[in-house]
């Protein structure tokens, strides 16, 4: 498999590493570099975000997994302070050009059906 894409961009609030292209974490865990490089508790990352554009869909997949073991290991221990954050606050932060569930549904579902098309699980769109 390979992976279409190349740089993270830096996320609004968040430290950004520019030379390796990624946010600062420990194990997915986000620091900030600033203070000491101490978690910001509750804010994770995964995906290029976490690695930097370099490597395979299996390594982002297990750097995906280490990253969800510690959010599990945070709830599960009552580590996380409660949030109280509505659907519209949370919306207010997305980019303009989020794609929201509804539509990565029916982009999920093209995808599908053109790779039935092709004798392949699916054929990725390539244009936004």
């Not at 390979?2 to 609004?12: A, D, F, L």
């Not at 292209?21 to 990352?45: A, F, Q």
């Not at 606050?89 to 539509?103: E, F, G, K, T």
């Amino acid at each position: 498999m390979k992976s279409i894409g190349y740089q993270t961009s830096p996320i609004i609030g968040l430290p950004f590493d520019y030379k390796k292209n990624l946010v600062p974490h420990e194990h997915g865990c986000v620091v900030d570099p600033e203070n000491d490089n101490k978690t910001i508790p509750g804010v994770y990352v995964a995906g290029w975000a976490k690695r930097g554009p370099v490597g395979i869909i299996d390594a982002t997949l297990r750097d995906t997994k280490q990253t969800f073991g510690v959010l599990k290991h945070h709830l599960e221990n009552n580590m996380l302070a409660e949030k109280t954050h509505d659907v519209d606050h949370i919306r207010s932060l997305l980019p303009p050009n989020h794609v929201p569930y509804d539509n990565w549904l029916n982009v999920d579902d093209f995808e599908v059906d053109a790779g039935k098309m092709a004798g392949k699980v699916r054929e990725k769109i390539l244009d936004r």
